[in-house]
């Protein structure tokens, strides 16, 4: 029953609450994440870990990370589609490289993921992965509705890419219930992805 709890909160605080969240400080919403996920990860303590030792197959998934980040930035520049942010900003930069890769890996890949496997009582680890991608995914498309006309194209790239850098990291949770992997594939895609702006 708490795996349910956790994720139905979850997602009941984060769309009914957000806009609250935000109108009290700029960052809440986030301090309301990281939260959640200090919580999940005491609840969950016995389930995951932090230990990281990559072997081939891994970096060279991290370097196709780094590569599919770095050519979707790229080509979403040279086409004209329109981010949201801007990454000539240290605020963007700080948030691409450090505070998405670690807080969206730990609450998806952690705080929802362990709940969703606790649920699937881990008999069918591709829809496991399924499911914890398609979540990501959804997260970002939501925010289609909240964006100018001008960056709708890139909020539903976003949201194709993070289906796929979603999958790619719930596959590694499931490989080795390391949070520490999929933190590193974000990063290193995050990371791609700001070298594709220039």
């Known amino acids: 029953m708490r795996h349910w709890l956790l994720i139905v909160g979850y997602f009941i605080a984060r769309y009914a609450l957000f806009e609250t969240f935000d109108s009290v400080f700029r960052y809440a919403s986030y301090?309301?994440?990281?939260?959640?996920?200090?919580?999940?990860?005491?609840?969950?303590?016995?389930?995951?870990?932090?230990?990281?030792?990559?072997?081939?197959?891994?970096?060279?998934?991290?370097?196709?990370?780094?590569?599919?980040?770095?050519l979707i930035c790229f080509a979403a520049g040279r086409t004209g589609i329109g981010m949201p942010f801007a990454l000539d900003?240290?605020?963007?930069?700080?948030?691409l490289l450090a505070g998405s890769p670690i807080l969206e890996e730990l609450l998806f890949r952690m705080a929802l993921f362990l709940p969703l496997a606790g649920i699937?009582?881990?008999?069918n680890t591709s829809v496991l992965i399924a499911a914890n991608a398609a979540m990501f995914a959804a997260?970002?498309?939501?925010?289609?509705?909240?964006?100018?006309?001008?960056?709708?194209?890139?909020?539903?790239?976003?949201?194709?890419?993070?289906l796929a850098l979603g999958g790619l990291?719930?596959?590694?949770?499931?490989?080795?219930?390391?949070?520490?992997?999929?933190?590193?594939?974000?990063?290193?895609?995050?990371?791609?992805?700001?070298?594709?702006?220039?």
């Open 31 to 70: 301090l309301f994440e990281a939260c959640f996920v200090a919580g999940a990860a005491y609840l969950y303590r016995e389930s995951f870990t932090w230990k990281f030792d990559p072997k081939p197959a891994f970096w060279k998934q991290a370097g196709a990370a780094f590569g599919l980040g770095f």
């Open 89 to 95: 900003r240290g605020e963007a930069v700080f948030f």
């Open 120 to 123: 699937l009582a881990r008999r």
């Open 139 to 162: 997260v970002h498309w939501v925010s289609v509705f909240q964006v100018d006309a001008a960056v709708k194209p890139f909020v539903a790239l976003q949201s194709v890419y993070a």
């Open 169 to 198: 990291c719930a596959a590694w949770m499931v490989r080795t219930l390391s949070v520490s992997y999929p933190i590193v594939l974000h990063f290193l895609f995050n990371l791609g992805f700001y070298f594709g702006s220039f």
